[in-house]
């Protein structure tokens, strides 16, 4: 009838048809597999992910943590890769745990700052400075 309506399929972007489970692309923090019948539903990623589309139906893997997370190296769940945790740096996007050469624990790095903060040699996040929005 030329009218648009939301997928009947969770997590799905674009549809074949609303009302079929025939998905052409998932949502972030979702992955597209084959379902009964030929149908594309769309499996939700492990939690605080963004993308894990190289996944399958025995690996639940991620491939990038949503922002404000990062890959935790040594903290595996159970059918999956590195977990996506909080990265705790205060103006940090994305993070990597790194778990090195630090006597007694971890140490958290930060990889990518918010706008207006650089990052410094020892994976914080610093400010720019007034009236800087690039540095």
Request: aromatic share 6%.
């Given at each position: 009838?030329?009218?648009?309506?939301?997928?009947?399929?969770?997590?799905?972007?674009?549809?074949?048809?609303?009302?079929?489970?025939?998905?052409?692309?998932?949502?972030?923090?979702?992955?597209?597999?084959?379902?009964?019948?030929?149908?594309?539903?769309?499996?939700?990623?492990?939690?605080?992910?963004?993308?894990?589309?190289?996944?399958?139906?025995?690996?639940?893997?991620?491939?990038?943590?949503?922002?404000?997370?990062?890959?935790?190296?040594?903290?595996?769940?159970?059918?999956?890769?590195?977990?996506?945790?909080?990265?705790?740096?205060?103006?940090?996007?994305?993070?990597?745990f790194d778990f090195g050469d630090v006597v007694g624990g971890r140490q958290t790095r930060c990889s990518r700052c918010s706008h207006g903060f650089v990052l410094t040699h020892h994976g914080a996040c610093?400010?720019?400075?007034?009236?800087?929005?690039?540095?």
């Amino acid at each position: 009838n030329g009218t648009c309506s939301v997928c009947a399929v969770p997590g799905c972007e674009d549809c074949e048809f609303a009302d079929t489970p025939l998905c052409r692309s998932c949502l972030p923090g979702y992955r597209r597999q084959e379902g009964p019948g030929g149908a594309h539903v769309c499996v939700h990623c492990i939690d605080h992910c963004e993308n894990c589309t190289s996944a399958t139906d025995e690996l639940d893997i991620c491939d990038e943590c949503r922002s404000g997370f990062g890959f935790s190296v040594g903290k595996w769940g159970s059918n999956t890769g590195p977990l996506c945790e909080p990265c705790k740096i205060q103006h940090c996007e994305q993070c990597v745990f790194d778990f090195g050469d630090v006597v007694g624990g971890r140490q958290t790095r930060c990889s990518r700052c918010s706008h207006g903060f650089v990052l410094t040699h020892h994976g914080a996040c610093e400010t720019c400075g007034n009236n800087c929005k690039r540095c």
